[in-house]
């Protein structure tokens, strides 16, 4: 097994102005252009943990707290919280900032979990998280809880 990594070695942040090919019927941001943003910097920062290739397999609920305007920067930071043996849980923060105010506004959060697949494409360990402090103890066992509450509802849906 490999040593434990720390969420500051795989923890990215993607940047994109939202210009017209990004809008929905409204004139805003459509939401399946943050939902894909989310999607990519989580399995950026899945796959920089583990050096594997990373499927997401579950992505927990997404709240849109306030419209994404064109022109905007869309800033979305991934940050890995909890590693199961093959299962990766990463935190997504989404801000937009108006490049001409500097007026930020935090617009999205949500939890994805990916699975590090192995050269016969099946779920493979990945490597441990490195917890450093208090607040990443906390987040952890926090994402251990999530990660039974999903697993759990998985077998509920299987009945
Ligand atoms: C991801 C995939 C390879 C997992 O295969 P599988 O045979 O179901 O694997 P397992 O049952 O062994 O589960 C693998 C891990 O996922 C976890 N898992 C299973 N269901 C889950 C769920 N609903 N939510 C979160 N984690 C889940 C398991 O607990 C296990 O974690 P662990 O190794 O840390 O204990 C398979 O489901 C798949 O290919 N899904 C499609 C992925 C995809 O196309 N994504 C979209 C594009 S990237």
Known sequence: MSTAKAS?????TLHQ???PEHANAHGNVHGGVILRMVDEAGAIAAMRHARLPCVT?????????????????LICTATVTWVG??????????????????VISHTNSAF???V????????????????????ERRRFE????????RIG????NAR
């Open 85 to 102: 043996r093959s299962s990766i849980e990463v935190h997504c923060e989404v801000h937009a900032e108006n490049p001409i105010t500097g």
């Open 153 to 156: 509802a998985r077998s509920e």
């Open 57 to 73: 397999i579950s992505i927990d609920s997404m709240t849109f707290r306030q419209p994404v305007h064109l022109g905007e920067l």
């Open 142 to 149: 926090e994402g251990k809880l999530r990660q039974a509450h």
């Open 116 to 135: 590090a697949l192995g050269p016969d494409g099946h779920p493979t360990a990945a490597p441990q998280l490195a917890l450093l402090d208090e607040g």
């Open 8 to 12: 500051s070695e795989s923890r990215v």
């Open 112 to 114: 994805l979990v990916f």
């Open 17 to 19: 102005l939202m210009l």
